[in-house]
């Protein structure tokens, strides 16, 4: 938008004297805050209404993604950078005699998301609006989010994430949108008419109130909206007494306090899907009764909806569309089916079986009466017009209903016209493992869309000296067409240019440092080899194998000070699931070496840990600019893509990698010689599941460096483990070592004695993270979702980069 600094000072003065009355000195920085949000908002308010009104006088075709998880991050200065005014806005302020830093850092970071599942989400709709796609999000307005982390001891302990302890000041309420969700009670079916008509009793009705976020494009006039749910007490359920009315009203606005609710016992997992389907159906029903102002056919949905399917927590948009287009529509069943599955789309993100969610069908008869009904029928019907073609194993294998509980995954691919992968290795591994039997039935469905990054959020806001660097050396337009990066590979041998990246690099990982003296009074030293593993706390992404290589050099400098190791800090963050108790025992032992080595004066320089506090967005834009290493060392054919590891590359960052996701597509892009790998193929690890070769133990026994290691972790040498230690080691060497952390780890020991020696020739090393740079930009969010559009979606788009 066209905006003056003149402008800018004569309206927001005007708003905060609106607002409270105050002269701008007399302001503090959370009036300060509140007035730059709301006329940020004012800014965006006419093209938010115009996209709307646009989509619907054009008849444009809809896109809607439905996701558990949307995390943002702080929009402040995203939302500046988007509408083309943060140079503007940052000067006005200053003539106030305000930083606008300050504001960005009052921001809470909503916790709406628990890692690259919820980024991927934000990414994907930050694109879509800036490559002018009709595309919205649908998800849950969690009043607390994910938990706020803080360690004591050495422990994560969970607490709430008051996020909207201050109000959120980019969402817009919207009462009159609100729609009624059904659970519980009794579903008969009466057919006297001639076709099935549901009659139900004593449903308890939830309110579903929508509170509206804008969603701006990069430089664009598009702004879409993402829609989170917030469960309230229906005005019309007031029959209770006053007791009775409490417990109620606590029982129902449950459903949106907290992300991810415990799972390991039974209230918990029935919390969980009654959230599922209140946000699946509160969201399909604010579609179609936006359809229908279009004045169409329902048989003409498919042409003006698409409704995606983000992983499998929304698989029930399956049969709350079948229930909707039956018993609301009025249509016949083969109708109503075809057009759920041209409507309905399906992104698988993970082999692992906590994503592959299945449901007691207790569970699901006793919450969702008619929603349990109509999966019956569809796993019925799907088996019995599999019958004339494929074996009674084959249909048994792939049905929906199998030994008491509901398969999300089987549900979501038999009632979806499309089912894709986010890396060529994870799709090839569910069409040739996972979901083999499926891709035999259905071959057409499948299709890869490897995951991207907003390239504007992880580079452009997060590092501005490299962003200054980079127009200097190619120019700007590689802001909008990010495949430009590969203008850089021109400056690969321009020592001049070399030595500059270094130099940025270093000032990035000086201001970690500041903020890590600040917040944990550590010093770290910015000449050192700043090693960043960031991503979910889980077994198979190997923070442990991280650990164990930083304690065999522990234990090598202990027993030689004059060990010739360059030095080190080893950065995570991470956060573990509250009921999963082994990463959360990880996460105790990391912490409890962080503080032996941290505390080590013979040790001095050569190693530091630092654990940060509450993973989250911002402190991603701290860590990842400073990271010289990029730790992606998940056991191959566990990480289904990954998104870390490109925002890691994009910013300079050599990467340490299995053959695992997005990771081969990296190599494939940077070259061989540009990334260090290690470790076992994803053939390798099935070889061995295949021929039950692998023996831990053996490893332990015969590897004098990780028998060290491994003897540590019982033998009393760190301190106030005893329980977590123990358990560890058992796992490792007793119980199989599941992710082959101990068969790997002599290859990622010589795969860090790599980067020791390769990171002492600044050249050959500057080089190295020029080439990463120059190679991140086809990983940009806006052509993955542009392959959505014209692939799965079937709209067109306007790119930003044509």
């Not at 992983?311 to 569309?321: G, K, N, S």
């Not at 082994?582 to 962080?594: E, G, H, P, R, T």
């Not at 990467?655 to 290690?678: H, P």
């Not at 106030?720 to 790997?744: A, M």
């Amino acid at each position: 938008m066209k905006l003056t600094k003149d402008k800018f000072k004569e309206d927001y003065k005007r708003l905060l004297t609106e607002l409270y009355s105050l002269d701008i000195k007399d302001s503090d920085i959370s009036e300060q805050y509140f007035t730059l949000g709301n006329l940020i908002r004012t800014y965006a308010s006419n093209d938010w209404k115009n996209t709307n009104e646009s989509y619907l006088e054009k008849g444009e075709k809809q896109i809607y993604y439905f996701s558990m998880e949307f995390l943002l991050g702080r929009m402040l200065k995203s939302n500046l950078l988007n509408l083309d005014i943060l140079d503007v806005v940052q000067k006005g302020l200053q003539e106030f005699g305000i930083h606008l830093e300050n504001l960005i850092e009052f921001e809470v970071d909503p916790g709406l998301g628990n890692g690259g599942l919820g980024r991927l989400a934000a990414c994907f709709l930050d694109s879509m609006a800036t490559c002018a796609i009709p595309g919205h999000g649908n998800g849950i307005r969690y009043k607390y989010g994910l938990f706020k982390q803080k360690f004591v001891n050495g422990y994560q302990v969970e607490i709430p994430e008051h996020w909207l302890r201050n109000g959120n000041i980019w969402e817009v309420r919207r009462l009159n949108k609100a729609v009624t969700v059904r659970f519980y009670g009794n579903v008969w079916l009466d057919n006297s008419s001639g076709r099935i008509v549901p009659h139900y009793e004593n449903e308890e009705a939830v309110l579903a109130v929508p509170y509206d976020t804008p969603i701006i494009g990069y430089n664009e006039q598009t702004v879409n909206t993402l829609r989170l749910w917030s469960a309230e007490m229906h005005p019309l359920d007031d029959s209770h007494e006053y007791g009775s009315f409490l417990k109620q009203q606590s029982r129902i606005e449950n459903i949106s306090e907290v992300l991810y609710p415990d799972d390991s016992y039974y209230d918990g997992r029935l919390l969980r899907l009654k959230q599922e389907y209140f946000f699946v159906s509160a969201g399909i029903q604010s579609i179609i009764r936006r359809f229908k102002k279009k004045n169409l056919p329902i048989s003409h949905l498919s042409e003006e909806v698409a409704i995606h399917i983000n992983d499998t927590h929304p698989a029930l948009c399956v049969p709350e569309l079948m229930r909707i287009l039956l018993d609301d529509e009025g249509m016949d069943w083969e109708s109503a089916w075809d057009l759920t599955i041209k409507v309905l789309s399906y992104t698988n993100h993970t082999i692992m079986s906590e994503a592959l969610e299945k449901w007691p069908i207790d569970m699901m008869s006793t919450l969702l009466p008619r929603i349990h009904q109509i999966i019956c029928e569809i796993d019925h019907r799907y088996a019995a017009d599999m019958r004339s073609r494929y074996d009674h194993h084959m249909i048994e294998r792939t049905r929906i209903i199998e030994g008491g509980h509901v398969k999300m995954a089987h549900l979501a691919i038999i009632g979806s016209h499309s089912i894709n992968g986010v890396a060529k290795l994870h799709t090839d591994i569910l069409k040739e493992k996972v979901l083999h039997d499926f891709y035999l039935i259905f071959p057409s469905k499948f299709n890869n869309k490897t995951n991207g990054i907003t390239h504007r959020r992880w580079l452009l806001l997060s590092n501005e000296p490299l962003r200054q660097f980079i127009d200097c050396k190619i120019g700007s337009n590689w802001e909008v067409n990010p495949t430009d990066l590969t203008k850089l590979k021109a400056y690969q041998d321009d020592e001049e240019t070399l030595i500059k990246l270094a130099q940025i690099k270093k000032l990035n990982k000086q201001r970690f440092a500041d903020y890590v003296k600040r917040t944990m009074n550590l010093t770290l030293n910015p000449d050192a080899i700043f090693d960043v593993q960031v991503k979910r706390l889980h077994a198979y992404k190997r923070q442990l194998l991280n650990l164990l290589h930083i304690l065999s050099l522990y234990f090598k400098l202990k027993e030689n000070p004059n060990t010739d190791i360059y030095p080190r800090v080893f950065i995570f963050g991470a956060k573990a699931a509250p009921s999963y108790t082994y990463a959360k025992q990880i996460i105790k032992l990391i912490n409890s070496v962080a503080y032996m080595i941290n505390h080590d004066h013979h040790i001095g320089d050569k190693i530091k840990i630092v654990f940060v506090e509450n993973y989250s967005v911002s402190l991603a834009e701290r860590i990842i600019p400073a990271a010289d290493v990029s730790e992606q060392i998940s056991l191959a054919s566990k990480e289904a893509s990954g998104t870390g590891n490109m925002k890691l590359m994009l910013n300079g960052a050599v990467t340490v990698a299995t053959l695992d996701g997005a990771n081969i597509e990296i190599r494939d892009q940077v070259g061989s010689d540009n990334i260090i790998i290690f470790g076992l193929t994803d053939k390798e690890v099935y070889q061995y599941y295949h021929d039950g070769s692998y023996h831990a133990y053996d490893y332990y026994i015969h590897n004098p460096i990780l028998h060290r290691v491994l003897n540590a972790l019982i033998d009393g040498t760190i301190p106030g483990v005893e329980i977590e230690g123990q358990d560890i080691f058992d796992s490792l060497v007793k119980y199989g070592d599941e992710f082959f952390v101990l068969r790997d780890f002599e290859d990622y020991r010589l795969a860090q004695e790599k980067v020791d020696q390769i990171y002492r020739d600044t050249l050959r090393w500057q080089k190295m993270a020029l080439l990463n740079i120059a190679g991140a930009g086809v990983f940009s969010s806006d052509y993955t979702v542009l392959q959505y559009a014209r692939e799965i979606w079937d709209v067109s788009a306007k790119s930003p980069h044509d």
